[in-house]
C-alpha cells in the first residue's frame, strides 16, 4: 500500500494503474486494502468503499461473496453463513476455462500492464494455461515470488512465462526481465525491488 500511493496524493488515482488476480476464493485483499486506505489517506469508511468498488479484481475461480462494506453479503471473518448458497459463487477449473469473458478480462490486464507481479503463487499448470494470454503480449518487466522452491523448478517458470511474450524470450533477456525470486517471501520481494516497482520513485 504505501508503494501504491507513492506519488498519489489523491485517493481515488490510488488504483487507475492496477488490477489483481486473485486465485483464493477469501476477501483478504479486499479486507487489507479498505482499511489501508482509511489510514494511508484519513479517508472515512464510505470514501474507502466507494474507492475500493473501482478497483479492478478478478476472482478466477469466484469467491464466497461480495465484500462486505461495498455491497452486502457476508460480513469478512464471520462464523456463521449459508454454506451451501456461498458454494455456488465458487467456479471450478473447467467452468472457467469455458468463461470467455473472464478469460478476455485477465488476458486484457496482461496485455495493458506495463509490469507484472506474481505473490505467493505456485504456478500450478491449470492456473498457467488459464493465465496465459490467446496472443503473446509486448515484452515487460515480471516479478514473483517462487518461495522456497528449487532452483531448477524456478528456471521453469521463468520459461513458461516467457512463452507469454511475442518471440518469447532468449535466455539474456530472459534472465534481466524475469525475476523469480526463491528466498524471498513477498515482503521481501517489495522491499528487494521497491524502485524498480515504482519507476524509481
Known sequence: MHMLSRSVPNAREIFDNVAFVIFNYDRCVEHFL???LQRVYGIRENDAADILADCTIIHPYGLVGPYLPISGGVPFGTTSADYRQLSQQIKTYTEQIAAADLMEQIEAEFHRAECIVFLGFAYHAQNMRLLKPSK?????????TAYQMSNSDTDVV???IADFFQGGMGNPERKQRLRFENKLTAADLFDNYAKSLTGGD
Do not use: E, L, T
Request: aromatic share 14%; hydrophobic share 25%.
Open 34 to 36: 479498505y482499511n489501508a
Open 158 to 160: 521463468s520459461h513458461q
Open 136 to 144: 503473446p503480449i509486448k515484452r515487460k518487466d515480471v516479478f514473483g
